[in-house]
């Protein structure tokens, strides 16, 4: 190494090293051994994956085949086993450099981030387990009173007022009645409301499709760059619909990154989105190359909170499961067809 490069290498906090081709570290900084708890000379001995997590492994052969092939690898995670036992999760960049048969690599140690995410991902998912709850019990509550109060009604309308002599009686059974019929009202309204609940405190406006995808492209701009997406666009059918902005922001954003974070380590993503309008059916149709499901297998769980498919510790679950509630909230709907190795096709139908 240059000598005048050595301090930057010594002295770094971030984890620094080289590796051959072979697949054994050829140079680790202080930094990396420190972090992992071996010294230089045992982190040499072996090759890099005995220090990588076994759930991992395969996963990270997958991508490192691609820097042999010299294709550099950015924004991969993974984890390693501390000579403590620890797990730690590392963030690299890793640029091959093929006449040397040499890889070079920086690594950050983002641990701490994905406990807070894991952390952020439980509360959610106890926050939706609630709220599932008071919905169901205000539902329950306010149907099953209808019943008792129909029966009331039923009841007084029962007697007949013409044997009741006494007017002031005959008058309490009329407010009886009203009362009872009042309280139905309430009951049919309420039930009526938390149906509409979700739709109408959502602030619609005529969003255009196109202008949605650039902002969201532009947001994730190094990432489609890194990854070499490719779109393949046509909103000729469908320009725009009435929708709620943030949403559909989201359902991009979430797709789009699903497909680079699920593409195969083999082939570039390539993401193909198509809106239409035919007899008063909009739809919008998003396609992907990517790792694709087994529909058999998980077909029925694609959209639920904390599901993951591929093995992939990054995945938290929720992606999807917001894209399915955006979508159904306003009314809309969203099916999936897909195969493995084959993509994944998203169909969502708007309320029309």
Request: proline share 3%.
């Amino acid at each position: 190494m240059n000598l005048q490069l050595e301090p930057f290498f010594d002295l770094s906090m971030d984890c620094l090293c080289i590796a051959n081709y072979e697949g054994y570290f050829a140079k680790i900084n202080p930094a990396f051994v420190e972090l992992l708890g071996y010294s230089e000379e045992e982190l040499s001995s072996k090759p890099i994956s005995e220090f990588i997590y076994d759930k991992d492994r395969e996963r990270t052969a997958a991508h490192r085949k691609n820097l042999t092939n010299n294709v550099p690898l950015v924004n991969f995670e993974n984890r390693y086993i501390c000579k403590s036992g620890e797990l730690v999760w590392l963030h690299w960049t890793s640029i091959p450099v093929e006449n040397e048969q040499l890889i070079y690599a920086i690594a950050k140690d983002v641990t701490h981030k994905k406990e807070l995410e894991n952390e952020r991902i439980g509360h959610l998912g106890q926050l939706y387990e609630v709220n599932k709850k008071l919905k169901q019990l205000n539902y329950a509550t306010s149907h099953d009173l209808r019943s008792p109060v129909n029966n009331l009604i039923s009841m007084v309308d029962l007697i007949d007022l013409s044997k009741i002599e006494d007017e002031e009686t005959r008058e309490i059974l009329h407010f009886i009645r009203l009362s009872a019929e009042g309280l139905k009202t309430s009951l049919n309204s309420s039930v009526d409301a938390l149906k509409q609940k979700d739709i109408s405190n959502e602030k619609l406006e005529e969003i255009s499709f196109n202008a949605i995808l650039r902002k969201v492209q532009n947001s994730i701009s190094a990432l489609i760059r890194k990854a070499g997406a490719e779109f393949q666009v046509d909103f000729l059918g469908l320009e725009s619909i009435p929708f709620n902005a943030v949403y559909m922001e989201s359902i991009f954003l979430n797709l789009i990154t699903n497909s680079i974070k699920y593409a195969r380590p083999d082939v570039l993503p390539v993401i193909s989105i198509i809106t239409d309008q035919k007899k008063g059916e909009k739809t919008f149709t998003y396609s992907d190359n990517g790792l694709g499901f087994d529909m058999e297998k998980v077909g029925d769980l694609i959209f639920n909170l904390n599901q993951k498919f591929h093995g992939n510790e990054d995945s938290k679950g929720v992606g999807l499961y917001l894209v399915y509630n955006h979508v159904t909230s306003l009314g809309g709907s969203i099916s999936v067809d897909s195969a493995v190795n084959k993509g994944t096709t998203f169909t969502i139908k708007f309320k029309a």
